[in-house]
């Protein structure tokens, strides 16, 4: 493939996460997603499709707010239906915080997917029966007494390439949390 179609290839920007919160959201991604369309892991994702020619400018404006960000808590909140499957709310003050500022610098390149409201969810399953994906909901339920709280460390930039993502790179929260600093809670 030529330079110029790797180019055009769309970005998709996600959460990174500690590790101990990406393995718990995998295997619950593993445990109920339909395993000949699980082609990526669980996720957050910020941004669904920034133009492949705007990657530079979007790494460039990630890596700065990176170093201005610190890392902060992002928790797991109820499960909820997608109608053919499972998705589990995300919440965090300091996730909103980031989007926003990268929707404000890159207001002029959204998709009117990502020009949408932002809803912060990991989808656990997706494209299953309504039967399937309701008694996924109801076991997910059943747990979600024990909400799981994780750290938010960066965030990853993905080339689609219709279906699997390629990573690009993952730029770590770089300032250190004080009181009142972006990303403290």
């Known amino acids: 493939m030529d330079s110029s179609a790797i180019a055009v290839r769309p970005v998709v920007v996600t959460l990174a996460v500690d590790d101990d919160t990406q393995q718990r959201w995998d295997a619950l991604r593993r445990r109920h997603f339909p395993s000949h369309r699980l ?14 020619e705007r990657g530079d400018g979007a790494l460039a404006d990630v890596t700065a ?14 499960p909820y239906s997608l109608g053919s499957g499972v ?27 990502d020009s949408q409201p932002f809803r912060p969810h ?7 029966d309504a039967q399937l994906a309701r008694r996924t909901l109801a076991e997910l339920r059943a747990a979600a007494p024990c909400r799981w709280t994780g750290t938010a460390t960066g965030i990853a930039l993905w080339h689609y390439e219709g279906g699997r993502w390629a990573a690009i790179r993952t730029v770590p929260f770089r300032r250190s949390v004080v009181a009142g600093s972006r990303g403290a809670g």
């Open 122 to 128: 990991v989808t656990v399953q997706n494209k299953v």
């Open 87 to 113: 998705a589990l709310r995300v919440v965090s003050a300091g996730l909103r915080a980031v989007r926003a500022d990268l929707a404000t610098r890159w207001g002029a390149w959204l998709s009117r997917q």
């Open 39 to 52: 082609l990526v892991g669980a996720h957050v994702t910020l941004f669904h499709a920034i133009p492949g």
């Open 65 to 78: 707010l990176a170093e201005e960000t610190g890392p902060f808590p992002v928790t797991e909140d109820e």
